[in-house]
Each structure stands twice: as structure tokens, then as C-alpha cells.
């Protein structure tokens, strides 16, 4: 088999068969494919599109193309949630412990997870602003954590779908990204590869998600949830707002430090509604209950503060300085702090949220590349969102960076997101749709 004729093939719309590409997956993992003819693929695929079954396949061999989780020692359902990603979407943080309290001794998260590139945040990044928490499990610590304490998030490991850390590097600098086929197969290889039974998966659509459209995002959602089901796993998507950050705080700490809060019941309204919202689709996807009860227990864990002591026991566990959960002051905080004021009056008519994610990586708090350094201390703290009214000179957001330079930076591009209108915007739903 010869790599040119696979490249032809799709650059003149034919499918690929298991073996063409069985063959580029296992050829380029290894390092026998170079990366012109991986990219020249890659565009044929992005231009050209790949069928349902040319997706599945792509998927598999992405899957097997290194370690798969078994989580076969693990008494009872397992559950993961995964974000296509957003700005200000720390609701992981808060899902993974409500889960393990809302059913303790049945339900289980063994969720690996990743960091943030670019516009978007990473649970990864987030947790370790928790000083000394550990993301970097052995498989037997980490499942050992699951069993014990119901619930363990931990960065993907090393050799966790080795063809989608590869793959999805090159389709960065390529422009290949934004591809509904090879969207589906990284999201999917990589849950499918972590073992858990049921997934559910947050789909973000707006102005700061990789889907702009309801339409992309449904058919991405339908793509995935294909996948999932074909393997035999349970699988649900939610299609969610991203045309306006999540919640108050976007950079690490600050957003651990609002995930506590939540938890604490003094969160904002829009997470708050999300986590639960997500914590009780996915208990109900397990299939032990149904979903008024489901809901009752999301919203319980909450309310009897059992998700904020999991949070606790998981952060113990995992080796994280517990005392912050306590006392979020003792996370890191950023020196430099500057107010952003409205420069009229009337309403935050729409927020360019990919730039507030732009905002806070520039402020310190993201990686504009894949080596960046990132510090856990910047990033932004909203005071009003899409449609809140403002009044001329009203502050309305504050960055936190620890570099001067960085701050002026962060801050012009953070007050370039915000569009004031002199009319109150309509009211955007927090969930579009749903794919099952
Ligand atoms: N997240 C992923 O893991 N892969 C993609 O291709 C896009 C978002």
C-alpha cells in the first residue's frame, strides 16, 4: 500500500477502507508516514469530508493505537464528561465530585483529562493550581483513588491514543482543525480509550467554541454519539452556550476558587445551572434512576454540602493542600489587578468570547503555544456578561496578571470582546439541544 494513493483517493472524494486507514494511522504514530503527506491527508479529509464509516474506522485505529484504560476493577458504573471546550467552563471541576456524592459506592469517575490551548481552558491546569495535587497518577493509584474515594481526574497518559497527540499537532498548523470527522475521532478515540461506560458529552457552540452554528455542532454531537453507541457504550450530548464565558472567573485558580464557591452554594446562576444539569444527565444515563430523581440528587449534593466535601477527599487523595478548599485565598494569587469600566451606557449587547479566552492567556493565565509556562494566578474576573446593563465608567471586568506588560496586553484585547448596545440583547437559552 503505498501512501500517495490514499491521498489521491480522498483528494478525489472516494472512502477509505479499514486497511488505507489502518495503514496512515499506524504509519504515521510510527513515524514511517512524513508529515507532508500526514498534512496533504489531513486537507484531502478536511476539504473533502469522510463518511460515518470512514469516521467510526478512523476512530478505532486511533483508539488502538496505544494503551486502553480497563476500569473492569471498578464496582459499578463508570461515567466520564467531556467539554469540546470553552472559556470559563470549569464545570468538570465541580461535575466529577458531585457525581461520586450522588451515588456513593455505585457510581464512579475515573476521568482523564486534558490542558488548555490557546482561546480555551484545560481541567488539567486548572487542578494544578491546587498546590501539590497530583494529575499525574500511576494507572494504579489513579484507579485505586476511583474506587476508594468514587471519583479521580488525572491528565491523559503518556501513551493514552499516541496518533491523536500526533495528529491533532499537525492539524493545528495545518488548518485542519474545525473538521467534524476528525473532531469526532480525536474526542472519541480518547473516551473511548479511558474506559468509562457512560459518557456525555458538553458540546459548545458560540462565539468561543470551535462550533459557530447549532447545525455544526448537532452534527458534530450526532457524529460522536454514533461512535460512542457503536462501541457499546452509553453516550448523550449536550449542545451548550459558548457565546458568552461560563460563570464569573476564567484563569486556573480563579476558577477553582468559583467551582468552591458553587459548591459552597454562592456560585453564579449559569454554572450552577450547568453542573447540575450535567450531573444528573449523566446519573441518569447510567440508568439507575430516572431523571426527576437524578436531578433531586444533583441538586441535594449541593445544597447538603457532599459535593464540597468529595471535592475535599479528592483533593486529599490526590495529594492537593486540602486547606484551600477552606480558605481559597491560599490558592495563587496574581500582584497586578486592573479594572476595565464600560465606556457608555446601555447593555453588554455581545461578548467575543474567544477574545476574553485570548484576554486571559495573554494576561498569563493560557499558553499561546504548546510550551508556554502558564501561571495559575491570572486570568480574568468578569462583572458583567452578555446582557447585563452598564452605566458609562462602570467597572465592568478585572484582570489579574503578575507582568506589567502582560496586563496592558490582556487588558486591551479584554475590552475589544465587549459590544454595547442601547438595547436589553434577547435572552440566549443555556442548552440548545440535545443528541442521543
Ligand atoms: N478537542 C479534541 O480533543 N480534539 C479536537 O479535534 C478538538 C477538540
Do not use: W
Request: aromatic residues 4%; contains cysteine; charged residues 20%.
Amino acid at each position: 500500500m503505498r501512501m500517495y494513493d490514499i491521498i489521491e483517493k480522498k483528494r478525489d472524494g472516494g472512502a477509505l477502507s479499514d486497511a488505507e486507514i489502518g495503514f496512515f494511522v499506524d504509519g504515521y504514530t510510527s513515524g514511517r508516514i512524513p508529515d507532508y503527506q500526514a498534512s496533504a491527508l489531513l486537507m484531502a479529509i478536511y476539504l473533502r469530508g469522510m463518511t460515518p464509516e470512514e469516521t467510526r474506522l478512523l476512530t478505532m485505529h486511533m483508539m488502538n493505537s496505544g494503551d486502553v484504560m480497563d476500569l473492569s476493577s471498578i464496582p459499578g458504573a463508570t461515567v466520564d464528561k467531556h467539554s469540546t471546550g470553552g472559556v470559563g467552563d470549569k464545570t468538570s471541576l465541580a461535575v466529577v465530585p458531585m457525581l461520586a456524592a450522588m451515588d456513593p459506592g455505585h457510581t464512579f469517575v475515573a476521568k482523564m483529562t486534558g490542558r488548555g490551548l490557546g482561546h480555551t481552558g484545560g481541567t488539567v491546569d486548572k487542578l494544578e493550581s491546587i498546590p501539590g495535587f497530583d494529575t499525574a497518577l500511576t494507572d494504579d493509584a489513579f484507579l485505586s483513588c476511583v474506587r476508594e474515594h468514587g471519583a479521580s481526574i488525572i491528565g491523559q497518559t503518556g501513551n493514552l491514543v499516541p496518533a491523536d497527540k500526533l495528529i491533532y499537532a499537525l492539524r493545528d498548523v495545518t488548518a485542519t482543525v474545525s473538521c467534524i470527522p476528525l473532531i469526532a475521532s480525536s474526542i472519541m478515540s480518547k473516551k473511548l480509550a479511558a474506559g468509562s461506560g457512560c459518557i456525555l458529552l458538553d458540546v459548545k457552540v458560540g462565539s468561543g467554541a470551535f462550533m459557530k452554528t447549532v447545525p455544526e455542532a448537532i452534527e458534530l454531537a450526532q457524529a460522536m454519539v454514533e461512535i460512542g453507541e457503536g462501541m457499546g457504550r452509553r453516550v448523550k450530548a449536550l449542545i451548550t452556550n459558548m457565546d458568552r464565558p461560563l460563570g464569573r472567573n476564567i484563569g486556573n485558580a480563579l476558577e477553582v476558587a468559583e467551582v468552591i464557591e458553587t459548591l459552597q452554594r454562592r456560585g453564579p446562576a449559569d454554572l450552577t445551572h450547568e453542573a447540575i444539569m450535567l450531573a444528573s444527565d449523566l446519573l441518569e444515563l447510567t440508568g439507575r434512576f430516572d431523571h426527576n430523581e437524578a436531578e433531586a440528587r444533583a441538586r441535594r449534593v449541593v445544597e447538603d454540602g457532599s459535593a464540597l466535601a468529595k471535592l475535599k477527599e479528592i483533593v486529599a487523595a490526590q495529594g492537593g493542600d486540602v486547606r484551600v478548599i477552606d480558605d481559597p485565598s491560599l490558592l495563587p494569587q496574581a500582584s497586578l489587578h486592573e479594572t476595565l469600566c464600560a465606556p457608555c451606557t446601555g447593555f453588554v449587547a455581545h461578548i467575543d468570547t474567544e477574545r476574553v479566552g485570548v484576554a486571559s492567556a495573554e494576561l498569563g493565565g493560557g499558553r499561546l503555544t504548546l510550551n508556554d509556562e502558564i501561571d495559575h494566578s491570572c486570568g480574568i474576573t468578569l462583572l458583567k456578561n452578555y446582557g447585563d446593563p452598564v452605566e458609562c465608567g462602570e467597572p465592568i471586568a478585572v484582570a489579574h496578571a503578575n507582568d506589567a506588560s502582560k496586563l496592558t496586553c490582556g487588558l486591551a484585547t479584554l475590552a475589544g470582546a465587549y459590544t454595547y448596545g442601547p438595547k436589553e440583547p434577547p435572552v440566549e437559552p443555556l442548552l440548545y439541544a440535545s443528541v442521543t
